[in-house]
């Protein structure tokens, strides 16, 4: 028994390698997936077999009674922390605790299962005219519960999360964006533009859950026009915009952005397709939003257990997958170019980093350096100035401290990257803003 306990121990770290070596440009493609996802575990599991054949019974026994208490706190560490980070979801808490999702009022508001993809898949056909590029105009759109109290805000005339008076006076900056630029869980005045907007921008921010950079390319074809801002700022998140952009080559009306099919689109879709809207968000809210099944699938919550990657995390020990390069990222960014340079305004592309490489007892900077320089360079092969949040935060004290505890950007995190953001930018807006680029701070007539 004690030598079948020691092989299946074993076994799990086998499992490993031949996941990693199953996909190996994700896992085994650099010195530090190699090390952590390849050799690492292939000694352990080699050690461990020889030791179940070379070993006497009772240093076998002992060894097993080891092995297996070892790896089962692993796990129940893992199952614990694995429950913590579904607390933490603000789409997943709620229904695990069997409450309501929001009060009757954000019933059409986008809720926060769900994303504005999603909501045109649903309504298609998606005619680059009629997309719903924000969600339902002067809606309450509830965002999670904080501290017992709603997180929401109520959505401008172009359905973003803007007060409705930006549009009374020329735009600085439009920002593009997911989740961390419409501010998940951030109350009015915290979250990442009001933070710019605060310094004295007039900042219109077009941010909404779940985007990706082609949806965002579109967003910028359909409402760049019409604002004409001085600055466009395309925010690519590091923790799943790759993956986002990967999964949209199969969506042709997403694709439609690289021919510039948005272009001299309204920047609302016709009254028809608004109420169609509304009622497809009305039946989410009535359906209570996506299942839990869905939900925790989305999280990859099971496959995640059985890698131990909240323990690998809290250790500094798990590098994502490395990702490859994407050839139609660089087409967005020429796109995105093109379209503001057609009205005088300039592209500034800028790296938000995932909390994920900033926790741990270890820190491997390298290992997450592959991504931003992708975006680096594709921003740099167009001319466009590139800012990257990773150096700038990990420079920080408490790097940690700059992520809520949903891992999206904290109070902090939004103040320490608008006001890094703006001393970049201080030269280019210093013709419409008296920034100070020492600083960041503005000075009010």
């Known amino acids: 028994m004690s030598r079948i306990i020691v092989l299946a121990v074993a076994g799990y770290f086998a499992g490993i390698v031949a996941y990693a070596l199953s996909d190996a440009p994700a ?69 695990v605790a069997g409450t309501s999702l929001a009060a009757e009022r954000f019933v059409a508001g986008l809720p926060p299962a769900h994303t504005l993809k999603q909501l045109n898949r649903e309504l298609g056909p998606n005619d680059p005219g ?25 959505s401008d005339r172009y359905g973003f999360r803007n007060p409705d008076t930006v549009y009374d006076r020329p735009v600085d900056v439009l920002l593009l964006g997911d989740s961390f630029a419409e501010g998940i869980c951030l109350p009015e005045g915290e979250h990442f533009a009001a933070r710019l907007a605060a310094q004295g921008a007039n900042v219109v921010n077009t941010g909404t859950r779940g985007a990706g950079p082609l949806f965002e390319l579109a967003v910028l074809q359909r409402a760049g026009p019409a604002l004409r801002p001085r600055i466009t700022l395309f925010l690519v998140f590091g923790g799943n915009d790759w993956e986002n952009l990967r999964a949209s080559l199969s969506e042709p009306w997403l694709m439609a952005a690289l021919d510039d099919a948005y272009l001299d689109q309204p920047l609302l879709p016709s009254p028809g397709r608004l109420q169609r809207a509304g009622d497809v968000i009305a039946g989410w809210h009535g359906a209570d939003g996506a299942s839990l099944r869905e939900l925790l699938g989305r999280q990859r919550v099971v496959r995640n257990f059985f890698a131990l990657t909240q323990t690998a995390l809290t250790l500094g020990l798990h590098f994502p997958a490395a990702e490859q390069p994407i050839p139609e990222f660089e087409a967005a960014l020429q796109r995105a170019q093109a379209a503001t340079q057609a009205w005088g305004g300039s592209l500034v592309v800028a790296y938000l980093p995932p909390v994920d490489q900033f926790r741990g007892l270890m820190a491997f900077p390298g290992a997450h350096a592959r991504l931003p320089g992708f975006v680096e360079t594709a921003a740099g092969s167009i001319g466009a100035q590139y800012i990257d949040l990773s150096i700038h935060f990990r420079a920080h004290e ?14 902090l995190g939004a103040e320490v990257a608008a006001s890094h953001i703006l001393n970049v930018l201080a030269g280019s807006m210093s013709a419409s803003l008296p920034l100070q680029a020492e600083t960041g701070e503005t000075q009010r007539p």
């Open 130 to 154: 009629e997309i719903m590029i924000g969600g339902v105009p002067g809606t309450d759109v509830y965002l999670c519960h904080k501290d017992g109290a709603e997180v929401a805000y109520t």
């Open 398 to 411: 408490t790097p940690s401290a700059l992520y809520a505890r949903d891992s999206h950007l904290s109070a």
């Open 27 to 95: 896992y085994a493609s650099d010195g530090y997936r190699l090390a952590r996802y390849v050799i690492a575990p292939g000694m352990i599991a080699l050690g461990l077999a020889a030791c179940a054949f070379l070993l006497s019974r009772t240093a076998r026994m002992y060894l097993a009674l080891n092995a297996a208490a070892i790896l089962g706190a692993l796990f129940c560490f893992e199952a614990y922390m694995t429950w913590q980070l579904i607390q933490k979801s603000p789409g997943i808490s709620q229904r």
